[in-house]
């Protein structure tokens, strides 16, 4: 009997996991779909993150000694509560944003991976350091090149593809850890 309990709840916990997988499998085909929506909701969701850093920002100004180190939390807190608010009202504008900022990681990426590649060149496998570092750079590249017009596209399809990934590979994992675990917790729940 207290063999069964842990299966069941792994059982029951994998399941979870195949329809949490799915789910983001169809999260991300409809971000796919929808590109532009799906940055305008990472954006929100962004802009929501940046008030609640601004409320905290204000609220240990109140617990903070001194009097120079509470204007300053005050004031760091406002300007957090402004550029949140800010990107709620004008959510095209954080999508720009966000895009601006996206090209410029994935090419600093892209140069740091060549940086580390060249550096790694006789080890074996770096070659896929160096084709990560050029296509995260061309992509980088790309991005910034077309922006603004890239902010219709550009955080949708990448945050969609991240869904679909994420959601694949938690399937495959919970597939394989169930096969691996399969026929063993099938003789001891009989």
């Known amino acids: ?9 792994g059982r029951g916990s994998s399941t ?23 940055a305008v909701a990472v ?19 109140f617990h903070a000694h001194g009097a120079g180190s509470a204007i300053w939390r005050v004031l760091v807190g406002l300007a957090y509560l402004v550029f949140g608010v800010y990107m709620l009202v004008h959510p095209v504008v954080g999508v720009a944003s966000l895009t601006l900022v996206l090209a ?14 060249a550096k790694t060149r006789p080890l074996h496998g770096s070659s896929w350091v160096l084709i990560d570092g050029i296509i995260t750079l061309l992509l980088g590249v790309m991005i910034y090149l ?7 596209w550009a955080i949708g399809i990448l945050v969609g593809v991240s869904l679909m990934i994420s959601g694949a590979t938690r399937i495959g994992l919970t597939l394989a ?7 063993e917790s099938t003789r001891l729940a009989a």
């Open 104 to 117: 410029s990681l994935f090419v600093i990426e892209g140069v740091l991976n060549l940086m580390l590649y």
């Open 43 to 61: 954006t929100a969701v962004i802009a929501w993150l940046i008030i609640v850093a601004g409320l905290v920002h204000i609220v240990l100004a």
């Open 146 to 152: 077309q922006w603004p017009s890239s902010s219709i």
């Open 1 to 9: 009997m207290a063999q069964t309990i842990p299966i069941a709840v």
């Open 177 to 183: 850890i169930r096969k691996v675990a399969g026929p």
């Open 16 to 38: 979870v996991s195949i329809l949490w997988g799915a789910l983001l499998i169809v999260l991300g085909v409809m971000a796919i779909g929808a590109p532009f929506l799906a």
